[in-house]
C-alpha cells in the first residue's frame, strides 16, 4: 500500500496541444484545446477514465510554464468509482487527500455559489451600463 502511494507520487504529465480532444488519450497527456476551451486527461491513477476539464472563470483555468501545465483548482474525480483527488502541477501529478462525501457536497456547493456571484456580477454590470446610459442620457 505504502509503496503504491509512493509510485503514485511521481508521474508526469506532458502538455500536448490539440484542436479536437482525441477519442482515444494516452496516460500521462494533457490534451489541450486552446479552441474550444477545454483539456483532457486520462485519470492517472490507473482506472483509464477520461476526465475533461472545461477550461473558463467557473471552472478551471490552466498556466504553462516552460511546456508544463498547471491546472487550477485541483481535480476531484468523486464522479467515477476510484474517486481520485489531484492537482496538476507544473506537468506533475500531485495526489491530494480523497474527499468524503461531505466534502464532495461542500465543494458543490461552494461551487454553486461561485458561479451564481459570477452571473449575479455580470447581470450587475449589465444593469449598472444600462442606468448610466439611461442616466447619460437624461443628462445630456
Ligand atoms: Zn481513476
Known sequence: MIARTLARMNINIELQRVEFIPKTLEEGILYLSERFKVAAHLCPCGCSSKI?????PCEWS???KKKKPTLYPSIGNWQIPCRSHYWIKKGRIQWSYSWTDEQIQAGRNKEQAKRELFYQKKTDL???SLWK???????S
Do not use: Y
Open 52 to 56: 475533461v476539464t472545461p477550461l473558463g
Open 133 to 139: 446610459r439611461i442616466r447619460n442620457w437624461i443628462l
Open 62 to 64: 490552466i498556466t504553462i
Open 126 to 128: 449589465t444593469k449598472g
